[in-house]
């Protein structure tokens, strides 16, 4: 993958094969990184100085069951169509604060600075963008005993658990 100075698309845009064995998606810190290379097409097409990027990208997550913490793999596939404006399209405010409010029509526009566009990170958005909020290795995977950290999908576990609604605990500790 490349960086791409917008002075150097062609009016008929260019077409990328995509085919990244060490891609870094940058959520290693939550334990999810590629298996495998990231594949597909990206076309980039100029409009006067807007920057339009579409494609489809697929790749693998590797991480870990959010219910029961067994190790997974999980397919990511995404089509996208972006329009990028240069960064002084910006308003104002955006430019200035660390935050603001984002009204409707922001959330449609990506912006990139200077000349270049790097194609990696728009590849690594649409991923991360694409990839599940919660990842399990099955929808029935009954995950771990709150107690003792049993993985319940090997059976019950021993953990005797009175289910007390804690709004009731207080009436509860009169009977004694």
Not at 4 to 33: C, Q, R, W, Y
Not at 51 to 68: P, Q, Y
Not at 152 to 173: F, I, Q, T
Request: overall charge negative; aromatic content about 4%; proline content about 6%.
């Amino acid at each position: 993958m490349m960086i791409i100075n917008i002075h150097d698309i062609p009016p008929e845009g260019l077409a990328l094969d995509i085919s990244e064995k060490a891609f870094p998606l940058g959520m290693e810190d939550e334990g999810i990184t590629l298996d495998g290379a990231v594949t597909g097409a990206i076309r980039i097409t100029p409009v006067g100085r807007v920057v339009s990027i579409s494609g489809r990208i697929s790749a693998t997550a590797k991480g870990a069951c959010d219910r029961c913490l067994k190790p997974i793999l999980t397919p990511v596939r995404t089509e996208f169509a972006t329009d990028y404006h240069p960064a002084v399209e910006m308003r104002e405010e955006m430019r200035n604060e660390h935050e603001f409010e984002l009204i409707g029509e922001d959330l449609d526009i990506a912006y990139y600075y200077g000349e270049e566009i790097d194609t990696d990170e728009v590849i690594r958005e649409q991923l991360v963008l694409s990839a599940p909020m919660q990842q399990v290795c099955s929808e029935d995977c009954k995950g771990l005993c709150t107690h003792c950290g049993k993985d319940l999908n090997s059976g019950p576990c021993d953990c005797k658990v009175e289910m007390v609604d804690p709004r009731l605990a207080k009436l509860k500790d009169l009977l004694k």
